[in-house]
DNA sequence: TAAAAATGTTAAACTAAGTTAACAAAATTT
DNA sequence: AAATTTTGTTAACTTAGTTTAACATTTTTA
């Protein structure tokens, strides 16, 4: 079990003793999964929240028309999980699928209360990678609404540049909120 | 000083010892505002979280061209700061402006970091409350990514009625990301 | 209560982005 | 290496939403 990159990230926002990290790793999952699988399909209850080791995910709704949405790409040293779902236990969203052969760590939703309680200082890093995850939403909101289509472009290429080369175009596309089409015209102005 | 909605609002999460709720009360700080006046300016750094006991605040982000871009709005029983900034202790990205005459109880930074220590029960408390807000807010992103104004409007109105009745129309559209006349023309269509 | 300010409506002209469709290039499989 | 599948491009046409501007209505202030 690959589990020291977890253990470096949480080293990050708190610090855990031997015994802690003991405790950690027992009640953890390893695994791997192949490209093309699914973490969790729209309508399924979420029973993890993953840490990616190694590998890519991406997490999208389908609406009725059948249509992609992507909300997010996960790589190595990201969360993921349909947070409505796994807080709740209700049916997922959205769709979480390996976009690589990728390894996980996964902590199941009764073991995470537990370890809430035995290691009040996990409590502590889920609430600061938590509030992260907030202020970055909130931003992403503001810039869909502020920025056109170009710019956010422009700013995901800056932003994400190593996201960018492991991804086909029309998924950037979907994560923009514009066509494949619309993107490769917007490249192609960029180019001139 | 009114905290009775705060306290009430709190037990709904975790249930507090009258000597823990004494503290809390000890600590926080309940103030006034008129309508117009800001609790944060764009590039302040925001000192509070703050409650809401009555009233409503715009939360809005302010781009080159002067335009407003409204991120939320919050009314009794709802939270609001600048996340990011209130957190990192940097410039804020957003405005927050009183909408109504408005009563708070506010949070300053160091105090909220001291609450999580001596009670732990307000780190569960402000962990649950931001699973909730980041999960609106990824719910937010995909109905912007997969909804047309027109339903985007709809969704609104149903799930907020009370808000709609209390802020002017252009307020609304700016939330939703389109124009004003074109929210006018939305909502004429909707009569027809 | 008149005047001024803030908010809301309508319509024409415009533009950013979507749709469709045909084709090109890469990557994968046989 | 050929065939197939996946991904990316280009262009003509359409549409959702913006801009501008003039005017109407409501709310606030003098």
Redesign the interface.
Known sequence: MKIEPLLKYIDKYVSLTQEEMDVLVSKVIYRKYLKGQYLVQQGDVCKYSCFVISGCTKTF?M?DEG?E?I?MFSVEDWWTSD??SF?NQTPA??NIQFLENTELIMIPRDIIEEL?ERI?KL??L??KI??K???A??????R???MTAKDRYIYFRNQYPLIEQRIPQYMVASYL?ITKEFLSKIKSQLLT
């Open positions: 709704y609406d249509q949405h909300m947070m409505s807080i969203d959205f809430y009040p409590e502590r889920f609430r938590i509030e995850a907030f202020i939403s909130q931003k992403r909101i503001v869909n609404l502020s909120g």
